[in-house]
């Protein structure tokens, strides 16, 4: 007897795929970076880094996944770990004022959060990777998230939210990198523009 569960499983897992590679990944030029510099050393108000973790080779999540035991996810490798850190370098000699660092739940979002050491990292479980969904976009953690980043517009210092590629796409539209991100700004009409990209790491 055909598992009707596993068969849709795999359906929204090829989908999912399709996603991934569907996506345009966001490269930064100097236009996009350009943002920036106007922001250094400053206390800008509206404005949110929606990062992705860093380097955690794979795709998905194991069949075993649990999300209090990080042995059974997707990790940081040695690279995505010094990639998480100077991106948190970078941060830091822009010298602008964070307000607030939340992430996934996920082990790789939670540890990429922890090592930018640019503030106390709080857990969103609206930022949870949304790999398994059948809709993203549609999502309610998408909802969510877009309702936060509206309602920041007008508050000051600099939001980071550590999340998955997924996740930002279905916010964003764009794609991005592991270890990279997409700066953006909502206006009072509810629309949330890409102002800015961080930039291309090095490996």
Known sequence: ???????????????IYLLLTCLPIQSSFANELAIWDQLQ??????????????LAPGVGDPENFKLNDCST??????????????IGLWL??????IARVE?????????????????????????DSL????????????IRVKKQIVDYRNKSGLLVLVGH???IGAVTGV??????????????????TVVGMTPKLNR
């Not at 050393?41 to 949110?48: A, H």
């Not at 996810?73 to 100077?86: M, P, T, V, W």
């Not at 790999?131 to 998408?142: L, N």
């Open 175 to 192: 794609g991005v990198e592991s270890g990279e991100g997409v700066l953006v700004k909502a206006d009072s009409k509810g629309k949330i």
């Open 92 to 97: 830091k000699r822009r010298d602008i004022k």
């Open 73 to 86: 996810q997707r990790n940081l490798s040695e690279i995505g770990r010094a990639d998480a850190k100077a």
């Open 131 to 142: 790999f398994e969904s059948a809709d993203p976009a549609k999502s309610i953690q998408t």
């Open 41 to 54: 050393g400053t206390n800008p108000k509206g404005y949110v880094l929606l990062l992705r973790h860093a």
């Open 1 to 15: 007897m055909i598992n009707l569960g596993k068969v849709m499983k795999v359906f929204r897992r090829s989908a």
């Open 165 to 167: 590629y997924i996740n």
């Open 103 to 127: 992430s996934s739940r996920w082990c790789r979002a939670k540890e990429s959060a922890q090592l930018l050491d640019i503030g106390k990292v709080r857990l969103n479980s609206n930022l």
